[in-house]
């Protein structure tokens, strides 16, 4: 990708359709989640990223019902509505260790006019 951490709505969709490793998370609010999602996405808003990333592979499990992602996968996308959120997120992960950690800049917002939501 020509910006390591950005990821299109185009590579998001195909990711969608063939990868069992992409670990998709949403760190919009519960508001935002309840009005609308990207399926198969996880819930962990933005202010709870970093303890989320932080948390025994026990721990993640219990909270948020699907194994924590190891620092090297290799696709692990956030999302927001509009991209400044998935982005402040995005290095939240990088900081942790997540070195392939990138944000789907175009958020909800985007998927949504592009899914004719």
């Given at each position: 990708r020509a910006?390591?951490?950005?990821?299109?709505?185009?590579?998001l969709k195909a990711l969608l359709g063939k990868s069992q490793n992409l670990f998709l998370v949403d760190v919009?609010?519960?508001?935002?989640v309840d009005a609308g999602r990207i399926p198969g996405s996880i819930h962990?808003?933005?202010?709870?990223?970093?303890?989320?990333?932080?948390?025994?592979?026990?721990?993640?499990?219990?909270?948020?019902?699907?194994?924590?992602?190891?620092?090297?996968?290799?696709?692990?996308?956030?999302?927001?509505h509009m991209g400044r959120r998935g982005g402040i997120a995005t290095d939240k992960a990088n900081k942790l260790g997540y070195i392939n950690a990138c944000n789907y800049a175009g958020g909800y917002k985007q998927w949504s006019e592009k899914e004719g939501k």
């Open positions: 910006n390591q951490d950005l990821i299109s709505y185009e590579e919009r609010n519960q508001g935002e962990i808003p933005v202010d709870t990223v970093e303890a989320a990333f932080k948390m025994e592979p026990e721990e993640f499990k219990a909270k948020y019902g699907v194994t924590k992602p190891p620092p090297d996968t290799p696709e692990l996308v956030f999302h927001c």
